[in-house]
Structure formats: structure tokens, C-alpha cells
């Protein structure tokens, strides 16, 4: 019997999975390892961290995903490290998988510039676990505020800042200001949660700096009108239990705020940092590994880059950004040059990336759209929001679950899922302030 040509697919993100499926007809025996068992539907993450959604909803079963595939298998496991002569994989518990291609779709982690240390008081958005430690923080601090003794710990535990504007930050300060506004806004009898006070700080001049500059103006316009405060231009310089610390041209601001997330950049994941050594390839300064027009690493055409991971540049040069569209292309660009090889032909076209388009949701019937070089800000792009965004979803019954939930929310501004959950994270803000050993919290 004729030996199959292995592929080893690390990553069941969009890129991933774009892969794998692409390979469904390819004479190939696909491997897919991935460090959880599902895929993460990442840009509704931030649903989940306000409560619309719960984890469940945005998150698919690879193995189920990929069930009918037979040339196709699913292992759990997170690799660690790579032999690209003897072409192998090497897992976290000493496993080790060939491979005749590899394809790597690890994705990126939060990058704090080097400052480590905030992350414990400034959760980012990147897993389930993160996502609800984020609702955690935030239905919390509602809570305190209802049990605080001053004016002043009440103020502070209703002052919530997002560092970072990109569409994540926008995303994540808009639902909090429905949240606000309208969600819990009859739930309490001692604070008005509406006088919540939502802060977007920025470090460049505008918000969504990718977008054109009348969609980037059109957002803050938004988000304004939701209440909240956007303030640009502006570099944080610490983060700790108390609140954040920032600077303005040349003066020092302190701001006391008991919940900040960070909604920063991103780096290389260890992982990623291990393969650019082993395989000796340029990166920048962000880690990403710089590909060929194949994606392919300089000296070693049998492993392919894809998604946040790689740096991969259009015709003019300008790096491709790190969005979904990206990585599902990626991935399909890969299967299919992998399948040609078997083939025994050759990929003659480079990778180009077709923009379909960017979009960021700011609330209620409140987005912006760049679609085709088209402009829309409103109602419109809501809707279009809306449709893109279910019809990505991987499952059926996932969409049918979050049309309904988006549905009940539109009209009711209810969130059926805010749960406090964890209580071991409660340790982490302490008792309340001037209360003695009342209690841990609800």
C-alpha cells in the first residue's frame, strides 16, 4: 500500500481549520493538534466577557467539526518544539509526530510590552478563561460598589478603563456602556449604575487606526454618544490594583479604577519563538516569522506560516493584518499548494490576500464597515455585522443559539449571562475597603 504524504496542522483556529477541511479530498492523511479540544470563534470573545453569550455558543468541538473527514484526525496536545530536518513535532509530553508538511496556526499571544506584571490586574481577551475572568471583573465591581462605604470607593469601583482602541477596545467599551446604561440599570437600590464612567485610552491620535480616517472619526462619534470617554494621545506607564497611571505629553495623570482590560497588541507565542530558532528565520519585532510569497519559511518549502503568526506582505509591501479573513485564506492557500505537490505539480501563484473588508461593532445598532472600499457607519453596517458574523459561526446550532440570543438582547437589553463565576478569583481584589472581616464578597 502506498504511503500517504503526512500533514501535521498545529492550531484549529480559523486557519487552521480553513486547512484542514481544504485537504478533505487531497490522496493526504491530516493530522490536527490543537492545545484544547474546540474551536474558539474569537470575535465574539468579547460577548462572552459581557455577558450576551455564553462560552459555549462561540466555541465548536474540532473533533465533531471534522468528524466526517476521514482522512482527517484530531489529537489534544500542545507542541513545544520542532525538529525541521528529521521534519517532526514535538509535544509537551515528549510525543513526537512526522510530518511530510507542516502547517502552523498557532496564533498570537497579548503582548504587554514588557510589562508582564499588569496582566494579573489587566486581563486581556484572548481565551473562554480570560473572557469570563473579564466578566468576572466587571459584574464585580457593580457588586462592591453597592457594598462600599465612601462615595470615593464606589467611584472607583464604577470606573472602568480599556487600554487599547482597536476594534477589540471599541467592542468591549461599548457593551459596557450598554451594560450601564441599560442592563443593570434597575438591578440595584444603593448605586445608579448608569454613572458608571468608561474610559478608552489610545496611544495614537485616533481610534481604529486601520480604518479610513472618516470611519475611525464615525466610531468615536459612536461611542461618545453611548457615554463613553475616549481619550487619545495618551501612554500608560502602570497598572495595579488601585488603578492606572498615564502619560500626557509631558505630565503624569493617576486615575483610580478598580477594573482595567487590555486591549494592547500582540507577540509571538513561545512556540512560534521556538520554530524562528530551530529553522534560523527572520522575524519582527512583534516575533511573527517573516514567510515567503508562499508562506512558506525561507530554506524550508515543506512548512507553511499562517495567520497571526506569520508576517506576510501584500504587493505593495504593507504587512497583511491579523483578522480571521487572513488566516482562513492562508489556510485554503496552503491545502491547496500541499495538494498540488502531491500531485505532482507546482504552485505558480503567490499568496494574495482578497480584502473582503473590516468591520468593528460599537452597540445597538452602532457599527462601522469598510466593505469593497464602501463606507458604512450605522444601522447599516450593524446589519451587516450581524450576518457576516453568524454565517462564520462553525456549527449550525451555534447560529441558530446566537440569532436568538442577539434577537432577545435587541429588544430587551437583557444578558442572560451574567454569571460571577470563580471564586477563587475573588482573592485577587481583596475585601472591602473599611468593611473588616465582613466577608470575601457575594
Known sequence: MERKHKVVILGGGFGGLAAARKLKRAPVEVTLIDRRNFHLFQPLLYQVATGSLSPGEIAAPLRHVLSKQNNARVLLGEAVDVDPEAKRVILLDGDTYPYDSLIVATGSQTSYYGNDSWRQWAPSLKSIEEATAIRHKILYAFERAERSATEEEARAWLTFVIVGAGATGLELSGALAEIARETLRHDFRKIRPQDARILLLEGTPRVLGSYPEDLSAKAEKLLTRLGVEVVKGVMVTDIKAEGVRFK????????????????????????????AQRTKAETDRNGRI??????????YPDIFIIGDLAHAVDEKGKPLPGVAQVAMQGGAYAAKTIRLRVEGKQQTRPFHYFNKGDMAVIGRAAAVANIFGLHISGWPAWLIWLFIHLMYIVEFQSRVLVFIQWGFQYWTFSRGARLITDSAALDSVGKPETMGNAGDGP
Open 248 to 275: 500626557r505629553g509631558d505630565a503624569t495623570e493617576s486615575l483610580a479604577a478598580r477594573t482595567v482590560i487590555w486591549a494592547g497588541g500582540v507577540m509571538s507565542t513561545p512556540f512560534g519563538e521556538r520554530l
Open 290 to 299: 517573516k514567510v515567503r510569497p508562499d508562506l512558506t519559511i525561507p530554506n
